[in-house]
């Protein structure tokens, strides 16, 4: 796929149901390019995660709508990168929220406010496409996939994302969730996935192969350092155990850490005391 500039709709050629992908104009450290937000359809339409609020990027949603109807606005997950932008787009659109309202813990957007209850295998039914609704905690807790069904195409937002790993965020992120949610995907029939950040992914199943292993080979790390090192604190544990990430991501790579290690203390293999961790 060709290089996106932000704001431009660049179409998905690899699907019979139109599918655009409108780059963010929020490049940083932990968006990458920027948030990407896909427009689905030809005549009833979808648009998922309308990334922050912009008023120069929700004119780029309007002219790429144009006369067409939108129907509905879908979010992964509440946080500042993803669904911000749906509020204003939905008083220009009167298109309604498709979601889950932003959880207790975290740093989230409290101005999502979906008006329906919506749930794991709700079906979104377009006419010219259908789209399913897939509910993947881990991440954080109220995070959605969603499949176009016709082409096999799930929209995963930060769930896996191209070119690098989701951070996990307790308290509302989980490790054992987020894994468990890779595995149910691979017992489904996927050709792609579009990710919230980076490029089409086209060997779905490979890549979340590679994602659990990844998991699990860092959660092996984790326990050898705490064998070694003995007992000690987060900020001590991530400098072993993340060696091989820059030392700027530290205080991210802390956050998924503490995932690993709550997964692990839930299984009975490692201990906190206070502030510090130690193997059982």
Known sequence: MRASIAGIPQRITETDVPVWRILGRNPGPMTGPGTNSYLIGESRLCLIDPGPRDSVQ????????????????????????????AADLQRATGAELVGLPAPEHGNHDLSFTPARDWRHGDLLDCGEYSISMLHTPGHVSNHFCYLLREEEL?????????????????????????????????????????????????DPHGELRKLI??????????????????????EELVCVVYDDVDKSMHRWACRTMLAHLEKLECEGRVRREGERWSQV
Do not use: W
């Not at 002219?63 to 109807?69: L, M, S, V, W």
């Open 154 to 202: 799930l929209f995963t937002g930060d769930h896996v994302l191209q070119g690098t790993t989701s951070v996990i965020l307790p308290p509302d992120g989980n490790m054992s969730h987020y894994l468990d949610s890779l595995r149910e995907l691979q017992q489904m029939n996927l050709r792609y996935f579009a990710p919230g950040h980076g490029d089409l992914i086209h």
């Open 58 to 85: 929700l004119r780029s949603f309007l002219t790429a709508i144009g006369d067409r109807k939108l129907e509905f606005i879908l979010a992964t997950h509440t946080h500042g990168d993803h669904s911000p932008g």
């Open 213 to 234: 292993k990844h998991r699990l080979r860092r959660e092996s790390k984790v326990e050898r350092s705490l064998a070694e090192i003995g007992s000690c604190g987060l």
